[in-house]
Each structure stands twice: as C-alpha cells, then as structure tokens.
C-alpha cells in the first residue's frame, strides 16, 4: 500500500469489493423481486422491516470501519503486535452486537411493527421477516468483521470469495424457499428470511476459515486474549460515529415509511423498491471506499501526503463515474424498472416519479461518499457524523414531511436531491478543513 502506483493499487483494492457488493445488489434485486410475487403487502412488511436491517448493518460495518481504520494505520506505523490487538478486539464487538438484536427480535420485533401498520397481513409478514434475520444475525456479524480485517491489511480478493458465495447461494434458495420448488417446504416470507440466513452462515464459516487458517499480515489471538479499553476506544472513536452515521440513514427510513405509510401503503413498497435497486448502482461505488480506505489510512499513518490525494481524487472520480451512469438507468429505464416487480397501476405512476426524482442526488452523492471515507481514513469520524446528521435528519425528514403535507406523496421524493445538493457544499468545506489543518502539512 505504500510503493505500487496507486492507481492500480486502489483498481486491486477496489474490483474485488465492487464485485462482491455488485453480485449482493443483484440478490437484493432478485430478493425483492420474489417477495414482490408474492404480494405487494410482502414487499411493503419486508420495507417496513428494512431499517432493522439497514441497522444491523450500519452496527456491523461502522464497527469494522473502525476496526479496519485502526489496523490500517498501526501497519502504515509499522506497529504490528497493535494491529493485532485491534483485530483480536473485533470478535468480541461482533459477538457483543448479535446479542443485542436478537434480544431485540424476540422481545421488541411485534412492538416496532406494529407501531407503523394496523393491517394483520403486513404485521404478521413484517414479524416473522424481522425475527429472523435479527436472532440469525450472528453469521453477519462475523463475515463482516472478517471481511474488515482483511481488508484493512490490502487483501480485498477472500472477501469477495465468500461474500459472492454467499449471495448465490441467497438467489438460489430464495425461490426454492419462498415457493417450495423442488420437494421443498413452501415458506412465504419466511422462507426469504431463511434463505438470507443459511447464505449467511456460509459466509461466516467461510471467512472464519480463512481468518484462522490462512496467513494474513495480521493474527488473531484467541488464547491469553485480554480485553483493553484503549483499542475499544480506538475503534470506536472512528466506528462509533461510522454506525451512528449509518444509523441515521436506518432512522431517517423509519421516518419515511411513517410518512408514507398514513398515505399510502403502495407509496412504502415503492421506497422499498428504490432502495434495492439503487443498490445496484451504491454498491459499486461503495466498493471503491472500501478499497481506498485503507490505502489512505496507511499513508496517512506513513506521513505520504502526494499518494494519499492521489488515492483520494482517482476514488472520488470513479465514484462520481459510477453514479452518473446509475443516474442515467433511473431516468431511461423506471418503467422496466417496475415491470420487474408486476407493478401495480398505482405502483406505476408513483414509481416512475420516484425513481427518476430521487436519482438527482446520485452525483454529488458519489463525491461525498469518497469524502466521507477520508474523514474515517484520518480518523475524523465524526465530521462524517455530522454531515450525515444534517442530510438525513435536519433536512431529509422534515423536507419530505412539508412536501408530503402540502403538496402530497408525488412531491416526497424531492426531498433526496435537495437535501444531498445542500451537503455537498457543506462536505465540500469539511474536505478543505481538513486538507488545511492536516494533510497539507505532512
């Protein structure tokens, strides 16, 4: 990470992420796809479910955004016996985190639903969905975890072997499972839920596998292992406000569904909808900050100022590429968008302004993402906390819930493009502080 020109460097760091992600997107799509066959109150509990989801994994990732950050600094400071400490640490915060949700799927999962629905079908849907992807959360957990430590040491190529496993497997049994083809038991909703959580647990086995068994720059300890609050703090005082940020996005979608919920339980599964998909085009481009992440942490921690920009404006130019591109298939193509999923008229009219309105953000999402990886690289989490503060909650939320009281469901989705025009600048001034008060000197 230090001397291989870096444009090939964040490429190799990069394409392997970008697949993996590329490869969940299309089973979020395919998943959502068969979930809309079976009823559009499917899609809309397995929505009304969704911010659980975003949750869980805001939790996963923000802890091994942390995890990954601390690692790659203590290599690029040639504090090797550190990095592993640090990684050592991440078992015993993935473990921490499942408890957590699965005690709040077996005791809180009925409460939350139904405090959005008052109808039986989308309540019961939404239950079953919610318990088991929160109390089978274990294996996320773990895979992620994993997947951060091997990242953080430049080696992308194992995570995505098992993430891609793990989503084949995901299309595969899905239509087996919701459907029973195949002499299998006929699931429903449950059945999509299960076949997320075997996909799951390969991956955790997987990955847990070539953690322990495979050579790495890092090594886990497991005997004589001792918890220190130090690297706890060291982790999350980048993970922290990674999962806060992250969470923000999961209360901000709960606020829309109430939104749209009161209007119209069609304009919920619409969101739904636009949120898998999107993911098609997000999760590529998430690919490139997981791969410019530790790069630029490393040569951060090894004072390289010129290959650290250099990592930063090739990131930033792919991301905002990708995003274009995902732009343009929202605005050409919302209406083969919605054929896949047997929309509905209404479902039709209201999807197609959707996808073509919320798509506007798409660009100068692409530069703050890269932005936002920056600040973690540094260890400035919080500037990217506090961005996301101001986008999800102080403008998102309240923007859609004016538009929606004056204007109507039709308007919501202006919300996005407004919201995120306005962060960029805001991101745009954080990215020149730090340049000034950090990277410029070194």
């Known amino acids: 990470m230090g001397i ?15 697949t993996s992600m590329l490869v969940q997107a299309c089973y979020n799509i395919v998943d959502s796809v068969f979930v809309s066959r079976i009823s559009e109150n499917a899609l809309a509990a397995v929505t009304l479910v969704f911010p659980i989801q975003m949750l869980m994994i805001s939790v996963a990732i923000g802890g091994g955004v942390g995890l990954s950050s601390l690692i790659a600094r203590r290599l690029g400071e040639k504090r090797f016996d550190e990095a592993n400490e640090a990684a050592s640490h991440g078992y015993l915060i993935a473990v921490i985190s499942w408890i957590a949700f699965a005690a709040f799927g077996i005791f809180g999962a009925e409460a939350f639903i139904r405090a959005f629905s008052e109808d039986e079908d989308i309540v019961s849907k939404a239950i079953i969905f919610c318990r088991i ?47 029973g083809l195949f002499g299998a038991p006929k699931m429903g909703i ?53 999962i806060l940020m992250q969470s923000i996005a999961s209360v901000a979608l709960i606020g829309l569904n109430a939104i749209l919920i009161r209007m119209t339980s069609t304009a919920v599964a619409v969101l739904g909808l636009y949120f898998r998909v999107q993911s098609l085009i997000f999760m590529p481009a998430f690919g490139i900050n997981q791969g410019s992440l530790p790069i630029m942490g490393y040569n951060y921690g090894a004072r390289n100022k010129k290959r650290l920009m250099d990592c930063y ?110 962060c960029f600048f805001v991101i745009l001034f954080f990215v020149y502080r730090v340049y000034v008060m950090e990277i410029k000197c070194l």
């Open 313 to 422: 404006k090739k990131a930033t130019i792919t991301a905002i590429a990708i995003m274009a591109l995902g732009m343009a298939i929202f605005q050409i193509f919302p209406t083969q968008i919605l054929e896949l999923y047997d929309a509905t008229p209404d479902m039709m009219h209201l999807g197609i302004r959707a996808l073509r309105i919320i798509s506007l953000c798409f660009i100068p999402t692409g530069f703050a993402s890269i932005a936002l990886t920056l600040f973690q690289a540094l260890g400035h989490g919080v500037l990217s906390m506090i961005a996301t503060i101001i986008r999800q909650l102080a403008l998102i939320l309240p923007i859609a819930w004016v538009l929606a009281h004056f204007l109507g469901v039709d308007y919501v989705w202006f919300a996005y493009p407004i919201s995120d025009f306005f």
């Open 133 to 179: 992807i929160t109390i089978g959360s274990f294996f996320i957990f773990i895979s992620i975890n994993a997947e951060r430590i091997l990242q953080a040491t430049g080696n992308t190529l194992l995570p995505m072997i098992f993430n891609i496993t793990a989503s084949v497997i995901n299309i595969i049994l899905n239509p087996i499972l919701i459907f």
């Open 4 to 18: 291989l020109p870096v444009g090939r460097l964040l490429a190799t760091m990069s394409l392997p992420a970008m």
């Open 190 to 242: 449950a059945g999509s839920a299960t076949a997320t959580l075997i996909a799951q647990f390969v991956a955790a086995a997987i990955a847990s596998f070539m953690i322990f068994q495979l050579k790495h720059a890092v090594k886990i300890k497991v005997r004589g292992f001792r918890l220190k609050k130090k690297i706890i703090g060291d982790i999350y005082s980048v993970g922290l406000p990674s």
